[in-house]
């Protein structure tokens, strides 16, 4: 049980970095800085990050109803 715990709190620690990355990283106009993209992820634990972020960014939008 106590990989699993550690498992999990290795990917919440992915995400935090991620939504502290956008956070920071937002702007508008010609000069603002532009997000990053990596064209391969580096690891399996970067693989199932992805797949969590995006069944919240799901969920979040069924609850709120965004589209």
Do not use: C, W
């Not at 992805?50 to 109803?65: P, S």
């Amino acid at each position: 049980m106590q990989h699993i715990k550690d498992y999990v709190s290795k990917i919440e620690t992915i995400l935090s970095s991620r939504n502290k990355d956008s956070k920071k990283q937002k702007g508008a106009g010609l000069l603002a800085p532009t997000k990053t993209t990596t064209s391969s992820p580096n690891s399996e634990l970067d693989i199932i990050a992805n797949f969590v972020e995006g069944i919240r960014a799901a969920k979040e939008e069924m609850t709120n109803g965004n589209k």
